[in-house]
């Protein structure tokens, strides 16, 4: 499995939170925002995948997990 690439490449700003509750041996998702840019997010066994979403439509998909919209993928 691939490291992650340095902070600036692939996309992923040096200022990103990885995912707490990872279990997978290390593997999580990371988001990072940096200043105004917007929002980006990829696993860290997937460097190059990275998605990328404006910050209004982060938090409209925060809200949705947040209500369990989406509960129905973790089973």
Do not use: C, Y
């Not at 600036?8 to 988001?31: L, M, T, W, Y």
């Not at 997010?41 to 209500?67: C, M, N, Q, Y």
């Amino acid at each position: 499995m691939p490291a992650p690439p340095p902070p600036g490449e692939a996309g992923i700003s040096s200022r990103q939170k990885s995912s707490s509750s990872s279990q997978d041996g290390g593997n999580s998702v990371e988001v990072s925002k940096n200043g105004e840019a917007p929002i980006e997010i990829r696993e860290s066994d997937a460097p190059d995948s990275v998605i990328v979403t404006t910050p209004k439509r982060f938090v409209l998909w925060l809200e949705g997990v947040k209500h369990g919209e989406f509960d129905h993928l973790g089973a």
